[in-house]
Each structure stands twice: as C-alpha cells, then as structure tokens.
C-alpha cells in the first residue's frame, strides 16, 4: 500500500535527468515563503509525475500581505499584476502542453481563472484545481454577473479538478461544468511522509495533542484554547499549536488567551515545521485535532490518518465522505467548545478508544489516499486533456472549448 520503488525514486529525478520529449506542465502557485497548502499539493504532484511530465513550477511568492491574499487591495493587486506577467513570461518561454492552476475564492477566482484563459491563448490545454474549502461559500454569495463571468471561464478549462465526490456534484449542479470534464483527485501526502508514518505505533500513549495548520479564528485555533482550558486540572494535557499566522493579531490573541486561562504549562505555540521535525511532531503525539470552521480535504487531517492517530475535527468539507463519526474520526460541531473538550477528555482517558480510532483512520487512509494512487488518477487526467488535442476542432467536445 505504501509507494512502489519507481515512484518513490521519480521524486529524486530532476527534469536534466529525464527525456526532453515527456509533455510539459506549467503548474502553479507555488509559494516558498508560505509552507504547506496549494504549493504543497503542486509539488508532489512535480514530484510524483516526474517520470511522464516536463515541470515548470510557477512562483507567486509574497514579499508582504501573506494574512489576507484572497482580498482585494492595492497589495494585492500589484501582486496579481506582477504574477500575470511571470505566467505569461512562461507561456512564452516554455509553451506547455498543460497549464495546471489553483482555483480559490474571493478575488483570486477571477485571477486563477484569467491564468487559465491566458494559457489557453497560447496554445494550452487547460487543468483548474479547486482547492478552497471556502468556495461553496464564497459562491453562494456571489451576485448574478460574477457567477456568470466565472461559469463561462470554468466551463473553457479542459478538466476541472476537485477532491471529493460531493465537491465533483456540486461543481456540476452550481457551475455548470460538463461532468465528463470534472475529475475526483484528493489531496496527496508526500511520499517520504507516508512511508515513514506507516511504521509508527498504534499504541502511543501520553497526553500530547497535536494542531498543526493556519493559525486563525476561522481555523478554531482560539476554540481549542478554549476548549484546554476546560480539561480537568489534574488531567495531563498538552497541546503544540504549530502553524504560521494567518490572520492580523492572532499570535497576540492566542498569548492573550494562554495567559488569562493560565495554560502556559499546557500549551505551546510553535512556527511552521517541515520535513522531519513535522514527521517527529506526528510521531510523538498522541491525538491530533482540527477544529476548523472551513475546509476542503485538508492534508494534515490525511496525514495524521496515516500516522495512526485518533483525530477529532469538524465535520466540514469532504471528510464526512470519507470518514466515519466515532469510529475513525471525532466530528464535533464547529464552534462548540464544549464538545471539543469533551472529545478530547475522552480520548485522553481511553488508550483502547485512541487505538480503534487510529488503526480505523489509518485505513481509511490507505483504502482512498495512498500516494501512488493518486499520481495515478494525476496522471490520467493529464492524459486525458492531452488526448483531446488529437479529436480536432470539428470534434463535438472541441466545440465547446
């Protein structure tokens, strides 16, 4: 269930190492300043279908206003300008076969789709990512103009991937998209990840909680202050809250919440972590929580299945489609600080409910989002696309392209 060799090996494989005649892929956004999200999932998509495509990663790294990108300003606007014309300084240069972009909400939806209107003025087949756990909510309160604007941008793209079955309706019924053209491909853990989280334990005790990702209101970072400090005091707890700021004084916040429930002992804030020192933070913890208010299919909630522990989170987005409540995960309503501690309260009590729950998310994890299945159905879609170049213009699909 874990990788094969040949897979594992394409992560290594750089484009001088590979034949020149495999299809190019322009991908992006990337963001080296920004760990984690969009740019993550691109990148083991590089990675992992290196040995078949030609990648060239499209940076839109942000030298300010990283707290509120979707919103617009003048920031923003200059940042949106600047990134047009790095893409189309690609789409020159590189003339890919595929340009692959993120759809998110707010503003960015109109740029990722005039991204993709570019491409395909150069000559591109057209791939739209829709990763925004927010975009049914940020469409629901669109107006009549701006929804027609962007059903004709998306019903131009080629393929529109989503990350769930329920996403893949909704995009059909609201937007309008041909379903033939709408593909199911979720999120992907890093291979290096996956390996090394299938040999860790089942049986971990302790009473170390993990919460790793954005850190903001809208992520229930400040309800899970709340809900620690309503743990019993003589119960061992203690929760790492990691992640990078993602909302203007929330560090300032949280300290302020840490200090007036006194949970120094019990909570500790960290910066991002990557790479190994994330592996050790899966490896040493004992149950993982995100109590979020909006989703889409987060990776850390995949990673954590993988890892074996018993997660406790909202059930919002996709997860409710892939797991089950009380048996491989912990759905507690957004909001309700209350239940959130409970969840917690139990599960720190109980090691056999925690190992149930582990073993049956981890199973959950490799029945629908082992690594090597996804490059799979990655790849597919790009052959998909591809395939379409050779049925003409005078094809019935080409028409509406």
């Given at each position: 269930m874990l990788p094969s060799a040949e897979h594992r090996q394409g992560v290594t494989h750089t484009v001088s190492d590979l034949p020149e005649e495999r299809p190019t892929v322009l991908i992006g956004p990337f963001n080296r300043r920004i760990p984690g999200g969009v740019a993550a999932v691109h990148a083991q998509f590089q990675a992992g279908l290196a040995h078949a495509f030609r990648f060239f990663p499209h940076h839109a790294d942000r030298l300010g206003g990283d707290t509120r990108p979707g919103m617009m300003s003048g920031l923003n606007l200059f940042f949106a300008v600047r990134d047009?014309?790095?893409?189309?300084?690609?789409?020159?240069?590189?003339?890919?076969?595929?340009?692959?972009?993120?759809?998110?909400?707010?503003?960015?939806?109109?740029?990722?789709?005039?991204?993709?209107?570019?491409?395909?003025?150069?000559?591109?087949?057209?791939?739209?990512?829709?990763?925004?756990?927010?975009?049914?909510?940020?469409?629901?309160?669109?107006?009549?103009?701006?929804?027609?604007?962007?059903?004709?941008?998306?019903?131009?793209?080629?393929?529109?991937?989503?990350?769930?079955?329920?996403?893949?309706?909704?995009?059909?019924?609201?937007?309008?998209?041909?379903?033939?053209?709408?593909?199911?491909?979720?999120?992907?853990?890093?291979?290096?990840?996956?390996?090394?989280?299938?040999?860790?334990?089942?049986?971990?005790?302790?009473?170390?909680?993990?919460?790793?990702?954005?850190?903001?209101?809208?992520?229930?970072?400040?309800?899970?202050?709340?809900?620690?400090?309503?743990?019993?005091?003589?119960?061992?707890?203690?929760?790492?809250?990691?992640?990078?700021?993602?909302?203007?004084?929330?560090?300032?916040?949280?300290?302020?919440?840490?200090?007036?429930?006194?949970?120094?002992?019990?909570?500790?804030?960290?910066?991002?972590?990557?790479?190994?020192?994330?592996?050790?933070?899966?490896?040493?913890?004992?149950?993982?929580?995100l109590p979020s208010y909006v989703e889409n299919l987060p990776v850390v909630v995949l990673e954590a299945a993988a890892s074996g522990l018993p997660i406790v989170a909202t059930p919002v987005g996709a997860l409710p489609e892939f797991f089950r409540d009380r048996e491989s995960i912990w759905f507690v309503p957004p909001g309700d600080v209350e239940q959130l501690a409970g969840a917690l309260a139990e599960l720190l009590r109980d090691p056999g409910l925690r190992q149930r729950m582990g073993l049956a998310a981890r199973k959950v994890f490799y029945t629908h989002f082992a690594y090597k299945d996804i490059m799979c159905k990655m790849e597919h879609v790009y052959r998909t696309v591809l395939d379409l170049q050779g049925h003409g213009s005078n094809s019935a699909e080409g028409k509406h392209l």
């Open positions: 047009l014309t790095a893409w189309t300084g690609h789409l020159l240069r590189h003339r890919p076969a595929i340009a692959h972009y993120a759809i998110t909400s707010l503003w960015n939806a109109e740029k990722s789709l005039l991204m993709l209107s570019l491409a395909r003025l150069f000559g591109a087949r057209t791939v739209a990512h829709l990763h925004g756990g927010a975009f049914l909510h940020f469409w629901d309160g669109l107006g009549p103009s701006r929804r027609r604007l962007l059903r004709l941008a998306a019903r131009r793209v080629n393929a529109l991937v989503v990350l769930s079955e329920g996403w893949r309706e909704m995009v059909v019924r609201v937007m309008h998209v041909p379903p033939s053209r709408v593909f199911v491909v979720p999120n992907p853990v890093q291979s290096e990840f996956e390996e090394a989280a299938s040999g860790m334990p089942l049986d971990r005790n302790g009473s170390g909680i993990l919460a790793l990702g954005a850190l903001s209101r809208q992520k229930g970072s400040l309800d899970l202050l709340e809900a620690i400090a309503r743990l019993p005091h003589s119960m061992p707890a203690r929760l790492l809250l990691v992640g990078p700021d993602r909302e203007p004084g929330i560090g300032d916040l949280l300290a302020q919440t840490i200090a007036r429930h006194k949970l120094e002992s019990r909570v500790e804030v960290r910066p991002p972590a990557i790479g190994s020192e994330k592996t050790g933070l899966f490896r040493e913890s004992t149950i993982f929580v």
